[in-house]
């Protein structure tokens, strides 16, 4: 197969050798290090543009950031209801994806906030090598591909739009994502969905299938974890023509629906990882699965090789080197991904839904400043009628009744044009500000 021994440092050394691009589609430039050159601080920012959105985000990417800092954050962020929990009181309205490969934190509102959001999930900037800082319309346009699988090592694939879609449940669910936010990442999901009809047909178009196909004609495969992840890996594995028999281990046994395959406690791995050819692991711990030293003395016991596949993020084990073992963790596996070129048109069709998404946030945004000018315009105007009448009134008291007739008069009479501007465009806003004196203070 060609794949590494296992070894974290030797795996540094050769992403240290293929040297770190900060890639984006977006304008940022993309480069590679010498052999044996000096490292340096590595940060792209996409630059806003005239006019832009007021939301900002930070991207921690394969393959700009390197896996153990990845590790770090997504470490960081568990439990992510107690992430989110501190977002939401800290009164900022966000949104955090964090999957094997990729790590996104978003912003409704300025620079200032994002970097307000970094400190409390990270207790830092978290400024790192390969980070890429996006604002506006540049934010848009990325989630909208992320979610439909555009920025992924498998082109297309559909995890990441199941994580993108339940991350944005549980930042909605947890007060996290509020008001304009939540209509941005419904439109991301809705566009994730639409785009499949310009992908191949081909469901094999993820990680976890990319995982599945490594594994050879062996009569037993152990699946440590049944998430999104290691659900899909026994998907593709039951799918095949003669398929394997395939374990899954998880802490609650009886909490899982599994037809087809046989459910272990995971407090029994020691055993799959001691006599299967083949364990996938794809758990949510935030620390190894199994400490080295243990896993040394397991894999020691074994008379043949284990293919030890490693999806988690932070990886769930560190074999030590010297052990019947060939590891793949999930860059090694996004290093197998064979990057085609995006279908004709699913380029374009995202790129245009996100910037109809834009389009109406300034509109929605304008439309928004236009009512508030138009009702306070209509308020001023009731208060002067009211005080012109007032000295009329044979008993004062009779003025809070006056106010409220006046002001639910001038607010029925507005009625019919807010509705319309809220239908309307910029040609629409000036002739309705022209009409009612309203000056674009802009």
């Not at 009809?197 to 049944?226: E, K, N």
């Not at 090789?305 to 963790?329: C, H, K, N, S, W």
């Amino acid at each position: 197969m060609g794949l590494r021994p296992a070894g974290r440092a030797r795996h540094a050394r050769a992403r240290a050798r293929r040297g770190t691009p900060t890639a984006s589609r977006l304008g940022v430039r993309t480069f590679r290090l010498a052999v044996g050159a000096p490292v340096p601080h590595l940060r792209a920012v996409v630059e806003p543009r005239a006019g832009d959105l007021e939301i900002n985000a930070a991207s921690y990417a394969y393959p700009a950031v390197a896996a153990d800092v990845r590790a770090h954050y997504a470490t960081a962020l568990e439990p992510m209801d107690g992430a989110l929990g501190r977002l939401a009181e800290a009164g900022l309205s966000a949104f955090v994806l964090s999957t094997c490969l990729r790590i996104e934190v978003v912003v409704d509102g300025p620079r200032t906030r994002l970097d307000d959001a970094l400190e409390l999930l990270f207790g830092h900037a978290a400024s790192v090598d390969g980070v890429v800082y996006r604002s506006g319309t540049a934010v848009v346009e990325h989630l909208f591909r992320v979610a439909a699988g555009l920025e992924s090592a498998v082109l297309g694939e559909r995890e990441i739009s199941t994580q993108f879609r339940q991350a944005a449940s549980k930042a909605v669910d947890r007060g996290a994502a509020r008001g304009r936010l939540v209509g941005l990442l419904d439109a991301a999901i809705a566009t994730a969905r639409a785009s499949r009809r310009y992908l191949p047909s081909d469901p094999a178009r993820s990680m976890a299938t990319l995982a599945a196909s490594l594994v050879g004609d062996v009569p037993d495969v152990a699946i440590l974890g049944y998430g999104t992840m290691g659900r899909a890996v026994a998907e593709a594995l039951r799918s095949r023509p003669r398929p394997p028999r395939v374990e899954v281990f998880v802490r609650r046994p009886e909490t899982v629906d599994a037809p087809g395959l046989v459910v272990r406690s995971l407090d029994d791995a020691a055993e799959a990882i001691r006599r299967r050819p083949v364990v996938v692991s794809a758990t949510s711990a935030d620390t190894r699965l199994v400490p080295t030293e243990a896993l040394r003395r397991l894999l020691v016991r074994r008379t043949d090789p284990l293919l030890l596949i490693d999806l988690a993020m932070p990886p769930d084990f560190e074999p030590p080197g010297g052990t019947p073992v060939r590891y793949v963790d999930i860059d090694d596996l996004a290093d197998l991904a064979r990057r085609a070129a995006p279908p004709v048109g699913v380029d374009r069709f995202v790129a245009e839904a996100a910037a109809e998404w834009i389009r109406r946030a300034r509109v929605r945004g304008e439309a928004g400043a236009l009512i508030r000018s138009l009702f306070a315009q209509a308020d001023l105007a009731a208060a002067a009628v009211v005080d012109r009448f007032a000295g009329k009134l044979s008993n004062p008291a009779d003025r809070k009744l006056l106010e409220q007739a006046t002001r639910a008069a001038v607010r029925k009479l507005l009625h019919h044009p807010v509705r319309f501007i809220g239908d309307g465009n910029d040609e629409t806003f000036a002739v309705l500000a022209s009409a009612f004196g309203i000056v674009d203070d802009d």
